[in-house]
């Protein structure tokens, strides 16, 4: 439910053309524009009333609503997890020049993801430019396709050959 704003261009994926679009639109047609035939399915905003599914990507701004999708996934896990998929929940954090990906699949996951939680509240307030560069931003997403990459290899494989 967020616009693309003057200082979100250099460090996200998008241009000077998605400002006053709403983010998702215009990532939607940038990963379009990357992968013809891609197909990217939006859902507006993730709260309450939003499922999980067996593999969730985090890239949210606020902790309030990473909290969310983690019980909502958590709870899919408990009753609807299926041992045949690659099940695992992704968080990516970045602020400026620093990141931290978390990589959920088992309970000792869950309980230092649960550990490290914090509110919104403790984030330092600064100007968006420099809790999030385009560099990081990208390094992030790139370990986050590994880890999906080597997570969905390793279970089609049977065996833990792929660094998880």
């Given at each position: 439910?967020d616009?693309?704003?003057?200082?979100?261009?250099?460090?996200?994926?998008?241009?000077?053309?998605?400002?006053?679009?709403?983010?998702?639109s215009?990532?939607?047609?940038?990963?379009?524009?990357?992968?013809?035939?891609?197909?990217?399915?939006?859902?507006?905003?993730?709260?309450?009333?939003?499922?999980?599914?067996?593999?969730?990507?985090?890239?949210?701004?606020?902790?309030?609503?990473?909290?969310?999708?983690?019980?909502?996934?958590?709870?899919?896990?408990?009753?609807?997890?299926?041992?045949?998929?690659?099940?695992?929940?992704?968080?990516?954090?970045?602020?400026?020049?620093?990141?931290?990906?978390?990589?959920?699949?088992?309970?000792?996951?869950?309980?230092?993801?649960?550990?490290?939680?914090?509110?919104?509240?403790?984030?330092?307030?600064?100007?968006?430019?420099?809790?999030?560069?385009?560099y990081?931003?990208a390094?992030?997403?790139?370990?986050?396709v590994?880890?999906?990459?080597?997570?969905?290899?390793?279970?089609?494989?049977?065996?833990?050959?792929r660094e998880?």
């Open positions: 439910m616009s693309v704003e003057a200082h979100n261009i250099g460090g996200q994926l998008l241009s000077q053309n998605d400002i006053g679009q709403s983010k998702t215009s990532i939607q047609m940038a990963i379009a524009n990357y992968t013809p035939g891609a197909i990217v399915n939006t859902y507006g905003q993730f709260d309450e009333g939003s499922y999980a599914m067996p593999i969730m990507i985090l890239a949210v701004d606020n902790m309030h609503v990473r909290k969310i999708a983690f019980e909502k996934w958590y709870e899919y896990q408990k009753t609807n997890g299926n041992k045949a998929a690659p099940n695992i929940l992704i968080d990516g954090r970045l602020e400026g020049e620093q990141g931290i990906i978390y990589a959920l699949d088992s309970a000792s996951d869950v309980k230092r993801w649960q550990k490290e939680w914090f509110p919104d509240e403790k984030i330092s307030d600064g100007p968006c430019t420099m809790r999030s560069t385009s990081n931003g390094m992030i997403a790139a370990n986050i590994a880890i999906v990459n080597n997570k969905i290899a390793n279970k089609k494989t049977g065996d833990n050959i998880f």
